[in-house]
């Protein structure tokens, strides 16, 4: 009489289906080296998530009249509240992304795939926002629902390879968007911040009249907040070009899955890995 497969057999199926579905004979080194650096790429972005408020936060406060003894926190967090509303949805979809390339590196890894399952809650209640659209809430979903069908799931060699194919499209449309977030509209919010900031700087300084200690003080401030954030926008640009590397390796990992060998895995994901890494590295050097 058959015996019903183990659940140990099953994860090991499926991790088979998944390297088989790579390539009818290579090793995965190059699959797990990339899907592990955009794992950790991934997992850095959420300083820039909270800073996207505190940018809007600083730059209200900045605009404030520079003679003003007020507590104008309740005024300045309601002039931030789209900024401050959006944060839980970024987050919840980063932990999506991050947690969907460390399924990938666990099958790679001949490992059973975990996720955090608070994904599910969250991505059964993402709404789209102003800031967050309706593609990007429906490629978070996507991933989360391919999250939850390699836990559950012995994926077949066709059914993996497909379901690669069909998630490249969620993680194109996710990184576009996170991307444009990151190096477009939060560089955008740092450059406001910047040019708030210099003419209260500047408010200050008139103020200050003849006072040449004052001013000394405030010009050594003020190239210390313009050194921050220029800090922070060349993190951000570099968080966007890693997603976009991210987006690229991926793409290429769907576009050919099952017909790929060993050197030409190597060849093609290799160099998506070693930028990764070199902007993983540039983005840390941010002062969060």
Request: glycine share 4%.
């Amino acid at each position: 009489m058959l015996k019903a497969p183990t659940a140990t057999g099953l994860v090991a199926a499926t991790s088979a289906a998944l390297l088989l579905a790579l390539s009818s004979c290579a090793t995965p080194d190059a699959v797990r080296q990339f899907v592990s650096t955009a794992c950790e790429a991934t997992s850095q972005f959420s300083p820039f998530v909270q800073d996207i408020a505190d940018s809007c936060i600083r730059r209200k406060l900045a605009e404030r009249p520079v003679t003003e003894i007020a507590d104008s926190s309740g005024a300045v967090t309601a002039a931030c509240k789209e900024d401050i509303d959006l944060a839980p949805e970024l987050l919840g979809s980063l932990k999506v992304l991050t947690n969907y390339f460390n399924a990938l590196h666990s099958l790679a890894s001949d490992q059973a795939v975990t996720y955090d399952k608070e994904i599910d809650s969250f991505a059964a209640n993402l709404q789209a926002a102003v800031g967050f659209p309706a593609p990007a809430t429906d490629a978070v979903k996507g991933l989360a629902k391919f999250l939850l069908d390699s836990a559950a799931s012995g994926y077949q060699r066709a059914h993996l390879t497909s379901a690669l194919k069909a998630a490249d499209v969620d993680v194109t449309t996710l990184t576009n968007t996170l991307g444009r977030i990151a190096g477009v509209e939060y560089v955008r919010d740092l450059d406001n911040e910047q040019d708030s900031l210099k003419n209260r700087y500047i408010d200050a300084m008139r103020s200050a009249g003849h006072n040449d200690a004052l001013a000394f003080l405030l010009q050594r401030h003020w190239a210390a907040d313009l050194a921050t954030l220029q800090k922070r926008r060349g993190a951000a640009l570099s968080f966007q070009a890693a997603l976009a590397k991210i987006q690229g390796g991926h793409h290429q990992l769907a576009l050919h899955a099952g017909r790929w060998s060993a050197a030409e895995l190597s060849k093609e994901l290799g160099p998506f890995t070693a930028s990764l890494q070199t902007l993983v590295k540039n983005f840390q050097v941010a002062a969060f």
